[in-house]
């Protein structure tokens, strides 16, 4: 006989910027109904059936009881996305069934529900579903700074790439002004450098991708070896499309050092995003 398949692991489906916002006050709205309701419920029924000699205290010991139940929800849930980032790589659809099963869960406190939308937004990414990796970061980003503080930089600088990906000049701009207000880690820096240039390039501005040039080189040289050969890529195709064939074939040839051909023609093809011209950007 056969053994029973297992049943499918659950999924997250599309999601749109007023979903957070729904999530969010649905757990509001429940915290505050079950933390307030309990206690009073009982104290009424403990007074009206004369079952305690003191029901005033007994309803205050039901509400920390209330309140500590609502907090093992959230630290559970806290638990389970909390640590993600070898399952992302190990097993993604498993990932995606723990976020869907804590995003179901309710009431959160709303740390949480951030962290999992931000966990989502990372595994969004990762998968390069492009559109809503842009929908879940635009969606948290919407929140207060002092909310998402902690994630703010990851998930702008994911939003960047995503609207690159996209074509989307403009957004793209507009992330990387928020990211230059910003006090980046080294390790952030160096990502905001390559997706900066990515944006000059399909802008048109190579002359200025090419600005400080040895600057840009040493510092893409504290990048891991994909990353690396990467930026020269990108350096190389703004030498070349200004005719800077010594400078062009030297950044070839340093790329081809870090990259085989089947990754170095994969940078060079996403890149073929139409280039916008300045004047479209107004």
Not at 53 to 82: C, E
Not at 91 to 109: H, Q, S
Not at 143 to 158: D, I
Not at 216 to 226: D, F, I, R, S, W
């Amino acid at each position: 006989m056969n053994a029973p398949s297992s049943p499918p692991l659950r999924r997250v489906g599309q999601v749109t910027p007023d979903d957070l916002q729904r999530q969010l006050k649905i757990d509001q709205a429940m915290r505050l109904s079950i933390l307030l309701g309990v206690p009073i419920t009982c104290t009424i029924l403990m007074a009206l059936f004369d079952l305690s000699h003191d029901p005033l205290g007994f309803g205050i010991m039901i509400m920390a009881g209330t309140w500590m139940v609502l907090n093992f929800i959230s630290a559970r849930a806290w638990q389970q996305v909390s640590n993600m980032a070898e399952l992302f790589a190990i097993d993604p659809e498993l990932a995606e069934a723990r976020i869907a099963t804590v995003l179901k869960a309710k009431p959160l406190a709303r740390q949480v529900r951030l962290l999992t939308w931000h966990r989502l937004a990372t595994l969004r990414h990762q998968q390069q579903n492009h559109h809503q990796t842009i929908a879940v970061c635009h969606s948290v980003l919407s929140e207060s700074p002092r909310n998402v503080e902690a994630v703010s930089q990851h998930l702008l600088l994911m939003l960047t790439e995503a609207q690159l990906a996209c074509g989307d000049a403009s957004g793209a701009w507009m992330s990387l002004t928020e990211l230059s207000r910003r006090s980046l880690s080294l390790t952030h820096t160096l990502q905001k450098l390559t997706l900066q240039t990515r944006y000059l390039l399909m802008v048109g501005y190579d002359e200025i991708a090419l600005a400080d040039l040895h600057n840009k080189v040493q510092l893409a040289e504290l990048m891991p070896p994909l990353q690396c050969g990467a930026m020269h890529v990108l350096l190389y195709v703004a030498a070349s499309r200004r005719g800077q064939t010594t400078q062009a074939d030297w950044l070839d040839e340093r790329a081809r050092l870090l990259l085989n051909e089947e990754q170095h023609q994969q940078i060079l093809e996403s890149l073929s995003i139409q280039t916008v011209t300045p004047g479209e950007l107004m």
